[in-house]
């Protein structure tokens, strides 16, 4: 007992040093491509773009290497390859060997994350359930800490945001020195990708869950105009700690708010909270185009935020239920592939869009989210229009 508890304890410890190591960085990513390595924006939207796409869709080709060399060893390879990566591109001018060390990062980050959560997973319930809490926290504190802190660090040296990454790494690899090995038990059920696309005439599940992952996808379209996007068409007026300080804002408004979303989300059907969700991130958009005062920027962030607790916790919720008979593992798997698709498009559209429109992307943006929203709401069915829930469904969509 004493050595699960302690496990779930240096899962936490992990999961903080990747976190700030992960969040320090990643958000200013592209602005410091384009400051320290002297890219243009075509450049660094490819590079960036590549790198969001790995990181989300090598989801897929990191489960065999986990299983494979083992959740302790894939762990530790993941955390240290990605300082070792970050500290190659520090010393690297070339743009081919630029993009190729991005796309490894990529790729170490899947491996860590997957080991990390693979790792709780096979914990008994009551400790996995404690773990799963830790790791949450762990993600926010990073989230909270991650980004003001790159800010500041990007102010007062343009490398120092690589070298912190590099030392919450380099620190969340040791602790993971300290786990025990794991042996993995394959306690998978559903059916795999191969056997599901067999199965597609026969079994409806099949187009349900395609189209329901290819629309979850703009919202990741749209997410990651944020975090890509904005901190370039903003540099010209904020400094680096004044961006990191608005991803800040983001993470403390879903930290503080998030936990009232499940209570209240029941009461209206989740056709009409994606379409709130929308308008919201619209809404962002429009802000960040009309002005680039602080507080208006500070309000949009908000906005942008509270779109971000109604979409992600729905989105995960329903991958479940629309699943079918596709195993959870694959159907995470397929729609982290399609997801970082959509992330990796909106990155290249939204840099490229200030590459020739400069100030007026953001105008664009809010043009995209319109169209989106009006796309949306003329698609829904019309037995669906009743904007409340009954008792009865209520009850069969709570998602807690």
């Known amino acids: 007992m004493f050595l699960k508890v302690n496990e779930g304890i240096l899962t936490f410890g992990i999961r903080v040093f990747n976190s700030v190591g992960f969040f320090v960085y990643v958000p200013l990513l592209s602005l410091w491509l384009v400051k320290m390595k002297d890219l243009d924006i075509t450049e660094t939207s490819l590079a960036v773009a590549a790198f969001t796409f790995v990181s989300k869709a090598g989801n897929v080709l ?60 096979l914990l008994e319930e009551n400790e996995r359930l404690q773990a ?38 380099v620190l969340a690899g040791g602790v993971s020195l300290l786990l025990p090995r794991i042996t993995i038990e394959d306690a998978e059920k559903g059916i795999n990708i191969v056997q599901f696309v067999k199965n597609s005439r026969s079994d409806p599940h099949f187009f349900i ?75 962002s958009y429009f802000l960040l185009w009309i002005s680039h005062h602080f507080w208006i920027i500070f309000v949009s962030v908000i906005l942008f935020s509270m779109a971000e607790i109604i979409w992600v916790p729905t989105i995960d919720h329903q991958i ?6 596709l195993s959870s593992s694959w159907a995470f798997g397929i729609s982290g592939v399609l997801w970082g698709m959509w992330e990796s498009i909106g990155g290249f559209v939204g840099l ?14 809010t043009m995209i989210g319109i169209v989106i929203f009006i796309g949306y709401m003329f698609q829904l069915p ?7 829930t009954n008792k009865n469904q209520v009850e069969r969509k709570d998602w807690r």
């Open 62 to 121: 990191v489960g065999g290497v986990v299983n494979k060399f083992g959740i302790k060893n894939s762990l530790i390879v993941g955390l240290w390859g990605s300082a070792l990566l970050l500290t190659i591109l520090t010393i690297i001018h070339s743009y081919t060997l630029i993009f190729v060390i991005v796309l490894l990062l990529g790729i170490s980050i899947s491996l860590y994350n997957v080991s990390l959560k693979t790792h709780i997973s």
């Open 132 to 169: 799963f809490a830790l790791l949450n926290i762990a993600v926010n504190v990073g989230a909270s800490i991650g980004p003001f802190l790159g800010g500041w660090l990007l102010d007062w040296n343009s490398f120092g945001i690589i070298i912190a990454a590099i030392v919450c790494y």
């Open 209 to 283: 869950f395609i189209r329901f992952i290819a629309f979850s996808g703009l919202f990741w379209f749209l997410y990651t105009q944020l975090f890509t996007t904005f901190p370039v068409v903003v540099s010209q007026h904020f400094s680096g700690k004044t961006i990191g300080l608005f991803f800040t804002v983001n993470a403390m408004t879903i930290i503080v708010l998030q936990g009232f979303y499940p209570k209240i989300q029941p009461k209206w059907k989740m056709e009409y909270w994606y379409a709130l969700a929308l308008m919201l991130i619209t809404a």
């Open 320 to 325: 479940v239920e629309k699943k079918g008979m």
């Open 352 to 365: 490229n869009l200030y590459q020739y429109v400069g100030h007026q992307t953001f105008f664009y943006l």
């Open 382 to 388: 019309y037995r669906k229009m009743s904007f409340f």
